[in-house]
């Protein structure tokens, strides 16, 4: 069921990207310049849609970062108290057995 739909999709890509290819050739031949076609949509995407999206995520990764960076230096803390009560309790127990 899902590889004609994969065929499809493949087939679609292959005749988009050939065509794109048979302009550049042609635009390059006849020196034709020309804004949109056949690759001056992707500056246009890069700059519309890529440039401001990954702005918005590259905040939201310094978010995540300094969230799990507090998180770890807490989690880090709360071992470090664990382990000086143990310690605490072990020297307890060697000078004194009977507690």
């Given at each position: 069921?899902?590889?004609?739909?994969?065929?499809?999709?493949?087939?679609?890509?292959?005749?988009?990207?050939?065509?794109?290819?048979?302009?550049?050739?042609?635009?390059?031949?006849f020196k034709i310049e020309n804004k949109y076609l056949p690759f001056?949509?992707?500056?246009?995407?890069?700059?519309?849609?890529?440039?401001?999206?990954?702005?918005?995520a590259w905040k939201g990764i310094k978010y995540i970062s300094k969230v799990l960076f507090k998180w770890i230096?807490?989690?880090i803390e709360k071992i470090w108290y664990l382990l000086v009560?143990?310690?605490?309790?072990?020297f307890e127990l060697l000078f004194d057995p009977s507690v």
């Amino acid at each position: 069921m899902l590889h004609p739909i994969f065929d499809y999709i493949y087939n679609i890509t292959m005749g988009v990207i050939t065509i794109a290819l048979w302009l550049a050739i042609l635009c390059k031949a006849f020196k034709i310049e020309n804004k949109y076609l056949p690759f001056g949509f992707l500056e246009i995407f890069k700059t519309n849609v890529l440039v401001p999206m990954l702005k918005g995520a590259w905040k939201g990764i310094k978010y995540i970062s300094k969230v799990l960076f507090k998180w770890i230096v807490f989690t880090i803390e709360k071992i470090w108290y664990l382990l000086v009560e143990i310690i605490k309790k072990l020297f307890e127990l060697l000078f004194d057995p009977s507690v």
